[in-house]
């Protein structure tokens, strides 16, 4: 899990929708909680979404609820963040995360930490 790979980044209108691809290394994806977090200029990072190991359990924040869903195939070590309906607020660079455990899924607190993707949402 020490290497986090974000891709599918990129300018969209808004109203329009993108799919983030989170790629992860190593053998143990499948006992990882994985989170997705974003920072806008001049703000601090923000949780987004999270799912736990499984994918039995996830979580939103309440700005993106309705609007993300965020999945894993844990067989291709991959975690996905589909947004739909995207707002210009939505601009930012948007981090993939892991760790153990579920508690305390929707804090920073995650062990690693992808390069982040940009997303820019125009009106």
């Known amino acids: 899990q020490r290497q986090l790979v974000e891709s599918g980044g990129g300018l969209v209108q808004a109203g329009g929708s993108l799919r983030l691809s989170c790629a992860a290394s190593?053998?143990?994806?499948?006992?990882?909680?994985m989170g997705w977090f974003r920072q806008a200029p001049g703000k601090e990072r923000e949780f987004v979404a999270a799912?736990?190991?499984?994918?039995?359990?996830?979580s939103y924040a309440d700005s993106v609820k309705g609007r993300f869903t965020i999945s894993r195939d844990n067989a291709k070590n991959t975690v996905y963040l589909q947004m739909n309906s995207l707002k210009p607020e939505d601009t930012a660079v948007y981090y993939c995360?892991?760790?153990?455990?579920?508690?305390?899924?929707?804090?920073?607190?995650?062990?690693?930490w992808g390069q982040g993707t940009q997303v820019t949402v125009s009106s």
């Open positions: 995360s892991s760790k153990l455990g579920w508690a305390r899924a929707t804090m920073p607190d995650y062990n690693y």
């Open positions: 190593g053998r143990t994806f499948g006992t990882y909680t």
């Open positions: 799912i736990s190991s499984g994918g039995g359990s996830t």
